[in-house]
């Protein structure tokens, strides 16, 4: 158990709907990314949170959005859903911001399927 | 952009065999980051390497970072059906110093 909480598990939906992905980084990590995996990518980092603040982005789609809240849980939200967004959304988190310098620790994962 | 590829994408041993996979980014490195993700589940980090030319070991895995800094190797020595999952090189890269992960080196051990 890395710490890391991820809700839900599991997410189906259809196309053109927009969901919602929740992630509590572990306790005390002020860093919060967000990567997706699917067959043919791999692990692509899609945006980080540092104490409430973006500090970087990746390949995120406009159609995706995320936020850090004041308790440091961040939200990954997914609109316009389509059949390509099916994927293992990975939520990390570390206790610096230098995320190419430090351990993160994954949290469980969401998968989400649009049908 | 910068890439950083693995070879092999996949190797299936038999239980007892040496097992190597290679990293390869196409800039230098600062540092360089293995993780191990077992099927089903996430990527949980093994170790990071910092200096040219270092070398780690985790009892049977053995971790090693090119002098160029360039490129790393993990080797585990004996496999176990334990070590059955994906493992990921990753190392920062871009403006913002992103951890750009590998291409990942699928691992099956037959009993």
């Known amino acids: 158990d890395s710490g890391v909480t991820q809700t839900p598990k599991h997410l189906i939906t259809a196309t053109g709907q927009r969901v919602t992905l929740r992630c509590s980084p572990r306790?005390?990590?002020?860093?919060v990314y967000w990567y997706q995996q699917s067959l043919d990518q791999g692990l692509q980092f899609l945006i980080q949170?540092?104490?409430?603040?973006?500090?970087a982005k990746g390949n995120i789609l406009e159609r995706f959005s995320a936020q850090q809240f004041p308790d440091l849980h961040s939200e990954l939200n997914l609109s316009s859903l389509e059949l390509g967004d099916s994927a293992l959304y990975f939520c990390?988190?570390?206790?610096?911001?230098?995320?190419?310098?430090?351990?993160?620790?994954f949290g469980p994962g969401t998968r989400l399927t649009v049908l | 952009g910068q890439q950083v590829m693995q070879i092999p994408q996949y190797q299936h041993v038999q239980e007892g065999e040496d097992f190597t996979t290679y990293c390869n980014s196409s800039?230098?490195?600062?540092?360089i980051q293995w993780y191990k993700q077992r099927p089903g589940g996430h990527p949980v980090f093994l170790i990071q390497l910092v200096k040219s030319g270092e070398v780690k070991k985790q009892k049977r895995l053995t971790f090693q970072f090119g002098e160029a800094k360039k490129n790393s190797s993990l080797h585990i020595t004996a496999t176990q059906t334990t070590d059955v999952g994906t493992y990921f090189c990753?190392?920062?890269?871009?403006?913002?110093?992103?951890?750009?992960f590998g291409t990942g080196t699928l691992l099956a051990v037959q009993p």
């Open positions: 990753a190392g920062p890269g871009g403006a913002t110093n992103k951890l750009i």
């Open positions: 990390a988190s570390s206790v610096d911001p230098g995320q190419g310098y430090n351990e993160q620790f």
């Open positions: 949170y540092y104490n409430g603040e973006e500090r």
């Open positions: 306790s005390g990590d002020l860093s």
């Open positions: 800039t230098t490195l600062s540092n």
